[in-house]
């Protein structure tokens, strides 16, 4: 007693104090506030969170998880680095994934073009300009066969941020894959399969939500008898976070998704625990450091007892909120590009701290063009040197405990309880999204940030001060240019070789399928085999589904 | 007099990324635009007939995926086609500068790359505009304040309690100057204000002034608008500029240096405040 009451009266006299000090000295500004409009004071002290340490924070590997998903954490096994890539021909890319996994690299994450992405052949009117230029483009099972030439489908784990069209991809990588003698029980991997913030923020979509929604929970069906290493979805803040939203909205809106694919995967008969252990996150580590750890934390702790609690499952796994994280691209600048290498070392720490699963480091020159594979190098090495060098792998959840960084934990949580009211009030994520709510906020977001920049409220270094009145321009990668015109030669090559009528039969199977209630993955599975094209069966699903244009 | 600016938003390609296109066409309406926003995915023939559907006097292209070589000049070829060549056609997004020589040779207005302030692109357009419809928007050399008064001190600490105290000014806090190698404090007098400026290396230039001429008034800055336009104007005059291109001062303001030579012995600072929008 005589001692809570000594400290209070330090306490005040401190204030005092520092209050005195601030009339010749002000703060550097009146209010200081996170991303997420959370106000930030000066000090943090015992009892800003919730003390009740069990309840809350619990034993890494225990629910709720908020200090981690494993009891040993990194002290057993540092996350995968896993560095997307992609561009150009199949065959420029299985060699820069070899050269990704000569230097070290655990995982590999597949980059598509946009037309692969959107459905669409390399020889498609749509596609003008765009083969092969964000990543690589596949248009049938032997670009998948070239792209994992030499790299054992049993050995690597492969992510692929794919989303309309993923059940084409995860079929070619099936097929790809048993063609290597590895069976799809052996395979493990990602499909990113988040069609909501596509809608939202991403814009890769093709059909309208409600077929999207079929499509996905085939999958999730299918992969839990099937392909049970496979993880079916990686639901995706990532892209809301760079559409400009705040950290707290990033995991709102995110985890609201997540929700509605636990729905529809109920509502089409299956039981919880068959699929959401196999359900992933993926996240964005930006700049402002505590309230990245905090919100990572937070995101645990809200999905397990979502899970636990509000779902009844009854396997821990299905607790456990698992996250890839990659490193904020929006805050990169084009401007003196190799600020960017800080820059992005600071968000990774911020994952790390938060427990990531898996980890990538954006390149230096991503706001520029592709990476070189100098600066897709100093990324990865950046992240090897977290790992073995800093230290901060030694013990799990180092921040917890931080008056700080609890008190923000706590505060985020709140934030994003009351987004989940207004999206239920709405009727939830699907609804939230047809009626454009989650892209007007996340507007709203982005244009406070910009004017925030222009008014040098906040300072981004290098471009809205600091600046160099000669930028050098740095080198970058380039494409091949001929690689549109050699991708079409070898699209039309293979549909000269294959067998037409077979082909011609899958697809139709594949039509009267989409247009009942069947699975659809073993009927995409066969049109795959027998070299359908992804122009081909999207096309197909595109007649029977429609397509989705816009909120 | 002036003329409702009507610009259509557009983004070819396939690519989904719309925060630029978005925030844009924000910043032109908050400009006093009228912007029209196609949507993710249009080609170029559906871009060039908004365009001339909507009897608009500029194109913004948004374009992330790398597309832009080949997209961008199929807009311009078609409006040439629809006899349209008049709208003036802007673009932006992920470009790198060397493709920038192709596209502006190839009609495109200008290409604005990350981290341009959207103000710049509403001026760009406006003045483009106007250019086009032969209605001047040069503004005759103007002043419309002074915006405040530079003194050179050695120290802001010892010179605080002065300015604070007894003569009673309100403190608007201490900014690092780093590009200057000073630090300033403003206090506000009511019409105009005051800087104390310190010198933060011996290399500043109020190091060498403090040196020269001892502590005292060390320069007056003229509040002005559109900067660039202004040094420009003195320059035609002949008045020799210590800064011939605006850069960054105090408060994030664009500021210039006219010689003092070329001012009767008073060193004059432009500065333009980065208040609008």
Known sequence: MTSQSTFQKEYEQWLEKTKQLMERFPERRELFHTSSGIPIERLYLPGTAADTYQENLGFPGEYPYT??????????RHWTMRQYAGFGSAEETNKRFRYLLEQGQTGLSVAFDLPTQIGYDSDDAMAKGEVGKVGVAIDSLEDMEILFDQIPLDKVSTSMTINAPASVLLAMYIVAAEKQGVPKEKISGTIQNDILKEYIARGTYI????????????????CAEHVPKWNTISISGYHIREAGSTAAQELAFTLANGKAYVDAALEAGMDIDKFAPRLAFFFNAHNQFFEEVAKF?????????LMKNVYHAKNPKSWQLRFHTQTGGSTLTAQQPDNNIVRVTVQALSAVLGGTQSLHTNSRDEALALPTEESARIALRTQQILAHESGVTDTVDPLGGSYYVEGLTDKIEEEVYSYFEEIEDMGGAVQAVEQGYMQEEIQRAAYETQKAIEKQEDIVVGMNAFKLDDEPQPKLHRLDKELSRKQIEKLTQIKDRRDQNRANARLADLKYAAGGSENLMPYIIDCVKDHCTIGEICGVLRGIFGEYTGA | MKKQIRVLVAKPGLDGHDR????????????????????????????VAAAVQEDVDAIGLSCLSGAHNELFPDIIQLLKEQKAEDIIVIGGGVIPAEDIPFLESEGIQKI??????????????????YERDGISLDQPFAVNQIDHIGIAVKSIDEALSFYKDT?????????????????VAFFNTGNCRLELLEPMSEESAVASFIEKRGEGIHHIALGVEDINSRIKQLQEKDVRMIDTKARTGAEGADVAFLHPKAAHGVLYEL???????
């Open chain 2, 271 to 277: 500065c333009e405040k980065q208040t609008r929008g």
């Open chain 2, 112 to 129: 604005f790359t990350p981290g341009t302030p959207t103000i710049e692109t509403a001026k760009f357009i406006e003045r483009a505009v």
């Open chain 1, 297 to 305: 934390r937070a995101a645990r702790r809200i999905w397990s007892h």
């Open chain 1, 67 to 76: 200090r981690g998903i494993q009891p040993t954490m990194y002290r057993a």
């Open chain 1, 207 to 222: 059909f309208p939500p409600k077929p999207s929604m079929r499509l996905i929970t085939d999958i999730f069906s299918y």
């Open chain 2, 20 to 47: 630029g296109a978005l925030i844009i066409s924000q910043a032109l309406r908050d400009y006093g635009m009228e912007v029209i926003y196609t949507g993710l995915r249009q080609t170029p023939a559906q871009i």
């Open chain 2, 167 to 183: 003569l009673n000014l309100t403190f608007e806090g201490v900014e690092e100057v780093v590009s200057q190698k000073v630090k």
